[in-house]
């Protein structure tokens, strides 16, 4: 924003450029007037510090992206609840599901939610298909 407007762009079409609302660029740029290029610096920010080292977290995107069988585990993927338990268990790192869905978004994993649906196949030769239950 500050480099467009340095450029002589007119708040409009960095609005455009950047994706986001006009009133937005007018605060930014406020504030790079008000503070300087300190402006540009992170702050402090409000919650809670992140209680992983590098370590933990390099340890667990690891094991995420490890396929369990290698793990010498008993079944063929992850599931978030049993990546937890894994973690917590035998990497010794007490962590929630949450925290751990957080920690792998934060490093660029996407996990994703198996879905299981309960209604009738659309393949008229299902049931002959399939075999005996």
Not at 20 to 36: E, W
Not at 52 to 65: C, F, H, S
Not at 70 to 97: A, M
Request: charged share 25%; with cysteine.
């Amino acid at each position: 924003m500050i480099l467009g407007w340095l450029a002589k762009q007119h708040p409009k079409v960095i609005a455009a450029e950047v994706g986001c609302h006009i009133t937005t660029v007018y605060y930014q740029l406020h504030q790079f007037n008000a503070g300087g290029l300190s402006f540009l610096e992170d702050g402090s920010r409000s919650g809670r510090p992140l209680q992983y080292d590098e370590q933990q977290r390099g340890q667990m995107v690891v094991t995420a992206k490890t396929k369990p069988e290698q793990l010498r585990l008993d079944f063929g993927h992850w599931t978030l609840d049993r990546l937890v338990e894994y973690v917590n268990t035998v990497l010794s790192i007490p962590i929630s599901r949450s925290q751990l869905a957080d920690v792998l978004t934060q490093e660029g994993l996407k996990w994703y939610q198996e879905k299981t649906y309960f209604s009738e196949s659309p393949d008229p030769q299902f049931v002959e298909k399939r075999g005996r239950l």
